[in-house]
């Protein structure tokens, strides 16, 4: 039981005791700065239940707590607040019950519980991950450790979309201008080499557009009689009819792609445990439509596509199988929803990583998924995230303004390499370590600062900003983790003693720490709950802050004596070993040396 439910549980018994009342639940917060103590019981709250003054409740439940609580050493009362006085062998107990511990505020999965499933990245085939894709993998793999830490089986995933009539407009592109160039021969990642494709279509494609519109069509008509269009059209179909020619190309093109995915999912250190296609899941989709139909979930129109009405539930008509028996993304999703739960009997949740323009799709999909007799739907939940930005302005992939994955990636280390090069940070470090270091910091920096934003916020990244070794970034971070290791190499002490509560006298330094160190294990469960890394991210540079105020106002190892130098050497490994847990669930790395 931690120090909040042993309060929570005696103030309760306070006012049964002093006013015959029962209070349903306590509300606590930090105590303020400007004021004595280290937990505040909020009074205000209890005054539905408790008519009275606020000041003097809680004198009177503070005057209780101190006589009946051991760990409540004095209080004060300002209006409706109650601040407590934790004693000193409390901090020091939980010290020692936590000391050593590489796995502190982790929680053992439950085998009984319900797995959950968690998706990121699912890119298309038709280009390269881009910086909105990085921020949907930092947020996916850091949202599944999290949930891992907090005590849930987790399974990582992503769809690939393979197919559709994005992927065919790169195929029909290379097709017709790509003179049988390949990754080889060009030097290009495949992804990027199918990328430009994808560009070359929409170049060629405005063309025929402005072609017609000179030869009297409305732009609308041009857009959809354009010879580009109706050809990459046609190739979709045959792709579906598994026309020879076509899936071979489309075989050997995704090929180029998944090998450049992987590489950059490499470099970015992010994993999955079970791939998914969408040109396989499409066709399962396809057979629960059949099914929803018979059953009513779904109707056919007069021009032979099948739709889904919502209008009852709030939302509109909802195509899912377009007038020539082609799939939509909503049939796909279908199919992959329920394929999951078939290849994986113990998830009982999804987890969707997608940005907050699919609000919509992804309030039909799981709405539909609940009509066609899923129990499990109610477990579905969408990570929606904003948008990024660079100071340069939006990125559309079809005019090829995007900021490649890989680019941002090499630039973030070469920034760290100026940087660090400046501030001679590097002295005695072989060219080799200053290479791997270079990496640690540039892409602990893009993580950390993608990761400190709640995740419905819009971003503005600025690389320069992000690779500050002062201030919320990740830099700093690392570099005070990097500090510790530091002063641990100096320190010469047997780091498993036990210490009683009579060996040390705390430094009310000491004692923040220790308050921010007790509170690691709930903002775990909170970070999970609220799918947010973000909570993970600030918890780590508040402790870092605290670690830094102790360091410059405590002598660490010129301490008086050495019951309080092996304290606070043991109380700075406690500090990294957070740091690094907490680093760990954002996907950075962390130095030994700076």
């Known amino acids: ?243 020879d020619e076509v899936v071979a190309l489309w075989q050997t093109m995704n090929g180029w792609v998944y090998k450049g995915f992987n590489e950059t999912y490499k470099n970015l250190g992010v994993d999955f445990d079970k791939l998914y296609y969408e040109s396989e899941t499409y066709l399962l989709g396809k057979e629960f439509v059949a099914e929803g139909l018979k059953t009513g979930v779904f109707y056919k129109k007069d021009d032979g596509s099948v739709w889904c009405d919502l209008t009852e539930d709030g939302l509109d008509e909802k195509i899912v199988l377009r007038s020539d028996g082609t799939a939509v993304y909503m049939t796909q999703d279908i199919g992959t929803a329920i394929q999951r739960v078939k290849d994986f009997p113990d998830v009982g949740g999804m987890v969707y990583t997608v940005g907050n323009e699919q609000e919509y799709h992804f309030q039909v999909l799981f709405l539909i998924i609940k009509k066609l007799g899923f129990d499990w739907a109610k477990n579905l939940f969408h990570l929606s995230y904003g948008m990024v930005d660079l100071p340069s302005g939006k990125m559309k992939s079809r005019e090829g303004t995007v900021v490649d994955a890989d680019d941002l990636i090499l630039e973030m280390a070469q920034t760290a390499e100026e940087i660090s090069e400046e501030l001679g940070k590097l002295d005695g470090y072989s060219s080799e370590e200053k290479q791997e270091l270079y990496k640690t910091i540039g892409l602990g920096a893009l993580k950390y600062y993608i990761l400190k934003v709640d995740p419905k916020k819009r971003i503005l990244f600025d690389p320069k900003e992000s690779i500050d070794f002062q201030g919320n970034t990740g830099p700093f971070i690392q570099y005070t983790y990097a500090r510790i290791q530091s002063i641990l190499r100096k320190a010469d002490l047997n780091k498993d003693v036990t210490l009683s509560t009579q060996d040390v006298s705390l430094h009310p330094k000491e004692k923040e720490l220790l308050k921010q160190l007790e509170i690691f294990p709930e903002v775990i469960q909170n970070a999970a709950q609220q799918h947010s890394p973000a909570l993970i991210a600030n918890y780590t540079y508040d402790l870092v802050k605290e670690f830094n105020s102790f360091y410059q106002n405590v002598s660490i190892l010129g301490a008086d004596n050495d019951s309080e130098k092996t304290f606070r050497v043991q109380l700075s490994q406690t500090v990294a070993n957070v740091i690094k847990n907490a680093f760990g669930l954002l996907g950075v790395d962390v130095p030994e040396r700076m």
């Not at 949930?147 to 029909?172: E, F, P, W």
């Not at 003179?179 to 990328?195: A, C, F, R, Y």
């Open 1 to 243: 039981m931690n120090l909040q439910e042993t309060l929570s549980n005696h103030v309760q018994q306070a006012v049964k005791s002093i006013y015959s009342a029962d209070l349903e639940s306590v509300e606590f917060q930090a105590t303020r700065k400007e004021f004595a103590g280290d937990i505040t019981v909020v009074v205000f709250p209890m005054l539905r239940i408790v008519k009275g003054n606020p000041v003097q409740i809680g004198e009177h439940i503070g005057n209780y707590l101190v006589e009946h609580v051991s760990e409540v050493k004095d209080f004060n009362v300002v209006k409706g607040f109650l601040n407590l006085e934790i004693g000193a062998s409390y901090y020091i107990d939980f010290f020692n019950s936590i000391k050593g511990k590489t796995d502190f505020g982790f929680v053992t999965p439950n085998p009984s519980e319900k797995a959950i499933m968690v998706e990121y990245s699912s890119p298309n085939t038709n280009k390269p991950l881009h910086l909105g894709h990085i921020r949907n993998n930092l947020l996916g793999y850091s949202v599944s450790e999290i949930l891992k830490a907090s005590g849930k089986k987790v399974y990582k995933t992503q769809i690939i979309n393979d197919r559709g009539i994005h992927i065919c407009k790169s195929m029909l592109a290379w097709k017709r201008f790509g003179n049988e160039e390949t990754p080889e021969s060009t030097g290009l990642k495949g992804d990027k080499l199918v990328g430009n494709y994808y560009v070359k279509f929409d170049q060629e494609y405005k063309k025929e557009i402005q072609e017609l519109v000179s030869q009297g069509l409305s732009e609308e008509d041009a857009k959809k009689n354009a010879p580009l269009l109706l050809e990459a059209q046609q190739m979709l179909q045959k792709w579906e009819a598994e026309d």
